[in-house]
């Protein structure tokens, strides 16, 4: 097996390696292991797996976690099946730049998602290293976003296009989380940007040295909220993975984000994750 960089900032592709054998093989999983959380997202092709591998290899990881929206395969729980077709509207949410279910109390670890059928052209997965967004922030912003917390929400973004009573019962049963600003990596200590598409706001930014006047906290706050999510946006983090059918992606979540481009409709794109339960970000 060998890791072919993608990017001088995050993603490798491997060569030579079956991921079944990873389900056995605790010398190969471990090694994967490794370079996940070095590069952030490893790319495999021609992964021949089935749906029962697929579970089986992302539950080497931790237990997988279902979707309350998208829901899981009933034949295999955790495996999430990410259908799109001409007949089939657009959703919202895959073409925003975010980690995935940072609504949660416990963000998930990473996800494994595997390519079932794919357009000709079109329909790319892009990835952004938020290790590297935080690092290049200017120094004063690092100050003034130190022990920042803030919230994500459920039910401003999936809820966000239900009928009330749906959407109050989705943030009922999920309520809004509050995380760090700048979270640490729980392997590398590594600090994070972590905010997204899922963040609505900061919890503590009303401090004498951010608010002068009321008028100030609306505004100061959701410029700089909207600052820091636009940093995923800058190409010098990012990698863009062209699917093939029995392609693979594996990424850290804890430390990425990503953008499904939604640019090939009326074609069909079918695609299944397995989502690995993370912990509480600190």
Known sequence: MRAELLTCAIGAELVGVDLADAIHDDGLFQELRRLLVQHKVLFLR?????????????????????????GSDPEHPGLVRIYKSPEQPNERYENAWHSDATWRVAPPFGCVLR????????????????????????????????????????EATFGAAMPVEKRLALKQQFPDAEHPVVRIHPDTGEKILFVNAFTTHFTNFHTPDNVRYGQD????????????????????????????????????????????????????????????????PC
């Open 115 to 154: 390519c079932v059928e794919c357009p000709p052209a079109g329909g790319d997965t892009m990835w952004a290293n938020m290790v590297l967004a935080y690092e290049k922030l200017p120094e004063h912003i690092k100050q003034q976003i130190d022990g920042l917390r803030a919230r994500h929400s459920i």
């Open 217 to 280: 906290y609306t505004a100061g706050s959701q410029q700089l909220l909207q600052y820091l999510i636009s940093q995923a946006h800058v190409p010098e983090y990012q990698v863009r993975w062209r699917w093939t059918p029995n392609s693979i992606a594996i990424w850290d979540n804890r430390s990425t984000q990503h953008y499904a481009v939604m640019d090939y409709p009326p074609c069909h794109r079918k695609m299944e994750r397995a989502g690995i339960i993370g912990d509480v």
């Open 46 to 70: 021609d992964q021949d797996i089935t749906r029962a591998e697929h579970v089986a290899f992302a539950r080497r990881f931790g237990e997988l976690e279902d979707h309350p929206v998208a």
